[in-house]
C-alpha cells in the first residue's frame, strides 16, 4: 500500500517561500508520476505540479515561475518549493501518487499554506 506523508506547510507573508516534502514509501518513482494538488474548502481541487517518471514537469499558470516541482528518488520524497507567495496561494496542499501514470491514485493528509497579505 502506498503511503504519502505532507510536511513543511505553514504560514508566511506574502512574498515569502516555503518548501513542501512529501515522503512516499512502497511507490517506485522510476515508473510512476506524482504531483501537487491544492484545494480551498468549498472550491474545486487544483492541479498545481506535476512531474512524470521522466522527470517532464508541468505547472498550472498561476504558479509558472515562482513554484518548482522535484524529487528525490533515493529518498522517496517528492517536493515543492514555493517563491513569491501570494495571498491566493492559501489552500491545503496535497501530494498524489500515481503508479505507472495512470488513473489510479493514492494521496496524502494535506499540509495547510497560509499567505497573509
Known amino acids: 500500500q502506498v503511503q504519502l506523508m505532507e510536511s513543511g506547510g505553514g504560514s508566511v507573508q506574502a512574498g515569502g517561500s516555503l518548501k513542501l516534502s512529501c515522503d512516499v514509501s512502497?511507490?517506485?518513482?522510476?515508473?510512476?508520476?506524482m504531483a501537487w494538488l491544492r484545494q480551498v474548502e468549498g472550491m474545486r481541487r487544483e492541479m498545481v505540479a506535476h512531474?512524470?517518471?521522466?522527470?517532464?514537469?508541468f505547472y498550472a499558470d498561476s504558479v509558472k515561475g515562482r513554484f518548482t516541482i522535484s524529487k528525490d528518488n533515493a529518498k522517496n520524497t517528492l517536493y515543492l518549493q514555493m517563491n513569491s507567495l501570494k495571498p491566493e496561494d492559501t489552500a491545503m496542499y496535497y501530494c498524489?501518487?500515481?503508479?505507472?501514470?495512470?488513473?489510479?491514485?493514492?494521496w496524502g493528509q494535506g499540509t495547510q499554506v497560509t499567505v497573509s497579505s
Open positions: 512531474i512524470d517518471s521522466d522527470g517532464s514537469t
Open positions: 498524489v501518487a500515481y503508479p505507472g501514470c495512470g488513473t489510479t491514485q493514492y
Open positions: 512502497q511507490y517506485t518513482y522510476t515508473t510512476g508520476c
